[in-house]
């Protein structure tokens, strides 16, 4: 008889990683914090097979295989399927961790499957992945006023006053992803630690 698979989620921090610490990459900044919560801040190790860094943490029994890939956001999902192919997961243990314009900063909201919304890191993990069902959580991070473009903002860093909420966010961010994550292992019945 086989044992049973422990309940493992991957979560990937969609971003462009050279330009950590913009509105696009605010993803990864929620993945630090979530990787600090659960005291894994320090194991991040770079995975040239994926071409990300990964770290793995255990949450009441739950794997959590945290990603940021080291690819542009439009190479994301690239990362995303490798990583998912190594360890044996399918879109649906998949959270994607993302900025949303349509949302103000201070705002994260969880949506389940669905299409990209023209946010090109979605695109290519559901181009990659061949599905659309990975769950997501938006990060508000609001439009631009005035006549900035959205290819400047979203690729510009947070200014002083989004940078005193922004702390707030993040932690309310990966709290709401740890609590969705364990709340849905819970309610699939999937074995944590046996002890």
């Known amino acids: 008889m086989q044992a049973a698979r422990r309940a493992r989620s991957l979560v990937a921090g969609l971003g462009n990683y050279g330009l950590r610490g913009t509105r696009h990459s605010v993803g990864m900044a929620v993945l630090d914090r979530l990787a600090g919560q659960l005291a894994v801040a320090d194991q991040w190790r770079a995975d040239g097979q994926c071409c990300a ?15 940021k890939p080291r690819r542009l956001m439009n ?4 990362s995303v399927a490798c990583a998912a192919k190594m360890y044996n997961l399918s879109p649906k243990d998949i959270y ?6 349509d949302k103000a900063l201070g705002k994260v909201a969880i949506k389940l499957g669905g299409s990209a919304r023209g946010h090109n890191g979605v695109r290519s993990c559901i181009s990659a992945l061949h599905s659309n069902e990975m769950t997501r959580l938006r990060v508000g991070i609001g439009r631009p ?6 290819t400047c903002y979203v690729l510009g860093p947070f ?6 909420m922004l702390q ?5 961010a990966a709290t709401c992803l740890l609590e969705h994550i364990l709340q849905r292992s819970a309610s699939r019945g999937e074995p944590g630690d046996r002890g």
């Open 168 to 172: 707030h966010v993040l932690s309310q």
């Open 159 to 164: 200014n002083s006053r989004e940078q005193e």
């Open 75 to 78: 190479l994301n999902g690239l």
């Open 145 to 150: 006023e005035g006549g900035t473009t959205v």
């Open 53 to 67: 860094d990964v770290a793995v943490a255990t949450a009441h029994g739950v794997e959590l295989v945290l990603l």
């Open 96 to 101: 994607l961790v993302h900025d949303d314009l």
